[in-house]
């Protein structure tokens, strides 16, 4: 992995920001990825990110492995936070692999604060696992480090067994972990488990079903309306089109392209907003969201 250190140019106080947050490297070639902030969110003149090297890379964590060396300069945006530390007495953080990163400003606030917390942190190997040791030396037997090679899968069940009251569940990691950590976490309250994803999850079959091939997009503010089809994304056409809007990771997982709705129901697939923000349908992502009706009035 490698840590890296941006600081403004001209030493500059950066933009404030809350455990949860992360922005946006713009690399080369019109090239952008997003990277939770790790460091303290306590200092204004640092933003720290953790890149892992992914052998799978579609570019991004490659070129910052070869060409951000100490000295460099990146274009960044941000700071968003779409995974928010909400106040509570208890927390459950769970965390797998490079999944550590937006949950160690979070140790750091609620440990201030003097709240109740627990950290169960998976990897494959214990060699992979950005930061364990420094989490186990600082906080001790509040941190749980559970190398799959050395003892196995993640016992999920016996952590989320039995719902605590005034306790909520933070988890980030990859999709088999996410997937677990909501199974067992079915019967606990809603709004108890907070997830963020590095990937949207994919949409049931119930899903697929009930949204339209082709829908027709209005955009209230520029007066256009553009005809969807099957193998188009919204936002795709909206760019194509010229209509200012911002995109950015465009699988559902960052936020950046978020539209108001003013009329319409969205079909969403993204995995940003709650399952109460879905419910509600005032907005919707429109890199990978659709539509349930044939006419979408976006306030754009």
């Known amino acids: 992995m490698v840590i890296l250190d941006l600081a403004h140019p001209q030493g500059e106080e950066l ?30 003149t640092v933003w720290r990110v953790g890149v892992l090297l992914d052998p799978a890379s579609r570019g991004g964590s490659q070129y910052v492995h070869d060409n951000l060396q100490e000295g460099a300069t990146v274009r ?25 990163t937006p949950i160690l400003a ?7 604060a003097g709240n109740d917390w ?8 214990r060699e992979s696992m950005a930061f364990a040791d420094d989490l186990v030396e600082r906080y ?3 941190v749980t480090v559970w190398p799959q090679d050395e003892r196995g899968f993640l016992d999920l069940a016996k952590l989320l067994k039995d ?25 606990w309250p809603a709004g108890a488990l907070h997830i963020e994803r590095f990937a949207a999850k994919a949409p049931t079959a119930e899903q697929a079903a009930e949204a339209l091939d082709h829908f027709e997009v209005v955009c209230h503010r520029t007066g256009v309306t553009f005809d969807i ?20 990771c465009y ?9 108001r709705v003013l009329e319409g129901t969205p079909d969403h697939r993204d995995s940003v907003l709650s399952e109460a923000e879905k419910a509600a349908g005032e907005v919707m992502l429109v890199c990978v969201s659709r539509s349930r009706t044939e006419r979408l009035v976006l306030d754009l």
């Open 251 to 259: 699988e559902g997982v960052c936020g950046t392209c978020e539209a």
């Open 140 to 142: 001790h037997d509040r």
């Open 163 to 187: 719902p605590t009251d005034d306790t909520l569940v933070y988890c980030c990691g990859p999709e088999g972990l996410l997937s677990a950590v909501e199974s067992q976490c079915a019967h």
């Open 118 to 125: 627990t950290l169960l942190y998976g990897g494959r190997t």
């Open 15 to 44: 933009p404030r920001w809350e455990p949860g947050a992360h922005i946006d490297l713009l690399l080369t070639d019109g090239l952008t990825r997003q990277y939770s902030l790790c460091g303290s969110s306590d200092d204004p």
């Open 76 to 100: 960044v945006r941000g700071p968003r936070n779409h995974f928010p530390l909400i106040d509570a007495p208890h927390y459950r953080f769970i965390a797998g692999g490079i999944g550590i």
């Open 229 to 248: 089809a099957s193998d188009q994304s919204i936002l795709e056409v909206l760019e194509e089109e010229g209509i200012p809007i911002l995109g950015s």
């Open 106 to 112: 979070m140790l750091e606030e609620v440990e201030r």
